[in-house]
């Protein structure tokens, strides 16, 4: 599985932005689809993640409320949209695919990683 996301940008606090990531390979819906983050000088970060069929999502505390993880399975496509967005959200966002959520660590459960793309919130 190959992921490339895209949607980055710099925006100002209380903006919104939507991330997306294409997945290339077969059976895109067996997967767990994730996105992470990585602040500056921070370990990388989980962020929301999404069951590959029936949509039951999970989110971080830090995120709740503000953003939605969404996937067209069709589209081989997930999506993080982020509403009121503040400095704290600055980041590389990064999805990510799993083949299996067992671990209490989300990275541990990720079998492939995708490119990163830069995300900026200015105050």
Known sequence: VQLQASGGGLVQAGDSLR??????????????????????????????????????????????????ISRDNAKNAVYLQMNSLKPDDTAVYY???????????PRQNIDYWGQGTLVTVSS
């Open 19 to 68: 991330l997306s990531c294409a997945a290339s390979g077969r059976a895109f819906s067996n997967y767990v689809m994730a996105w992470f983050r990585q602040a500056p000088g921070k370990e990388r970060e989980f962020v929301a993640r999404i069951r590959g069929t029936g949509g039951s999502t999970f989110y971080a505390d830090s995120v709740r409320g503000r953003f939605t």
């Open 95 to 105: 999805c990510a695919a799993a083949r299996y959520w067992t671990s209490p660590e």
